[in-house]
């Protein structure tokens, strides 16, 4: 009897073992952040200006972003020179914009814009998984949540097969909406930002109805890369 159970007992050991082997890792997702040294990602953009008294600005320009070079930080890490262009229209020339920089680490991908420190992606990829995107800077707790992992995301027309979502605000009432919100495809970086903070009308004619008063929104989307 004492033979029969030790037997069993290594058999399920062994179907587990099996079992486990079959099962994909979990994923590191660094090739979702910035996949390799002199890839340029064209975006277009739309800023959007909403005021009182019922009119509304409209921009639309375009944003380049270049992974130029690596370079050792303080820290004798390896970082990535991103340098960002911007024009206008399509037959426009680029003209310097600014110069960010980005790291990936074991566990999470920062990338510094205007001086300042973002977690903007944690490892390995968990659908819910949250954290704060300010622990390197001084702006206080900000949770970011990771949703829609290796989800089919589409673009004017354009399909990315696998892209993750990162939720970093998502408040919405009757009389305000603030969201922002990232969207990562495999094997590109950035594909999708969007940046709204609007204040709705809340009168008894218009409550409920999503008529903006003020308020801002920013859309930026992938057009091209090289």
């Given at each position: ?214 308020g801002t929104k920013h859309i930026l989307k992938f057009k091209s890369n090289e």
């Amino acid at each position: 009897m004492k033979i029969i159970i030790v037997l069993f007992s290594f058999f399920l050991l062994f179907a587990c073992d099996t079992i486990n082997s079959k099962l994909p890792p979990p994923q590191d997702g660094g090739n979702f952040f910035y996949p390799k040294i002199g890839q340029s990602i064209v975006y277009d953009v739309e800023d959007t200006q909403y005021e009182l008294t019922g009119k509304f600005t409209l921009k639309t320009y375009q944003l380049k972003e270049v992974n130029v070079s690596t370079f050792k930080d303080l820290d004798g890490k390896e970082a990535l020179r991103i340098e960002r262009y911007r024009r206008e229209n399509d037959v426009e020339k680029w003209t310097i914009d600014s110069i960010f920089t980005a790291k990936k680490e074991v566990d999470k991908a920062l990338k510094t814009e205007n001086n300042v420190t973002y977690i903007k992606i944690s490892f390995p990829f968990k659908e819910g998984l949250r954290w704060n995107g300010n622990a390197y800077n001084s702006f206080g707790n900000d949770s970011y949540e990771m949703k829609k992992v290796n989800q089919l995301f589409q673009i004017n027309g354009r399909k990315f097969d696998n892209s993750v979502t990162i939720i970093q605000q998502n408040d919405s009432t009757l009389v305000d909406l603030k969201r922002r919100m990232e969207v990562y495809a495999e094997g590109i970086g950035l594909i999708y930002q969007e940046k709204i903070k609007v204040s709705y009308c809340n009168s008894k004619d218009c409550l409920g109805k999503g008529k903006i008063d003020f308020g801002t929104k920013h859309i930026l989307k992938f057009k091209s890369n090289e």
